[in-house]
């Protein structure tokens, strides 16, 4: 599967974004998305996941209760509303996939988009 991430770009902290991820290729549905992100001088990180089904999703503590990541997989996209953006959000986001559950390791997923830099302003 083919993923491309897109949506990021510049916005005051308090203020609101969407990524959006499209895939191509292999079935959408199948697989399992993970929203991922990497500040600057840092190391990727988790920040929420998607069950195939949509039915089961999981989020990184520094973004629980600001992120929502959804799906619709007749359109074989997903998506991550980012809300409250501080500062600290700050970094290229990438989304990626896998089959069998979503894990909080990015070595776990062999499938990943091109990042989307988002740039929160204080």
């Known amino acids: 599967v083919q993923l491309q991430a897109y949506g990021g770009g510049l916005v005051q902290a308090g203020g609101s974004l969407r990524l959006s991820c499209a895939a191509s290729?292999?079935?959408?549905?199948?697989?399992?998305l993970g929203w991922f992100r990497q500040p600057p001088g840092k190391e990727r990180e988790f920040v929420a996941g998607i069950w195939w089904s949509g039915g089961t999703t999981r989020y990184a503590d520094s973004v629980k209760g600001r992120f929502t990541i959804s799906r619709d997989n007749a359109k074989s996209t997903a998506y991550l509303q980012m809300n409250s953006l501080v500062p600290e959000d700050t970094a290229v986001y990438y989304c990626a996939a896998r089959l069998f559950g979503i894990v909080d390791a990015p070595r776990e997923y062999g499938y990943w988009g091109q990042g989307t830099l988002v740039t929160v302003s204080s």
């Open positions: 290729g292999r079935t959408f549905g199948n697989y399992d």
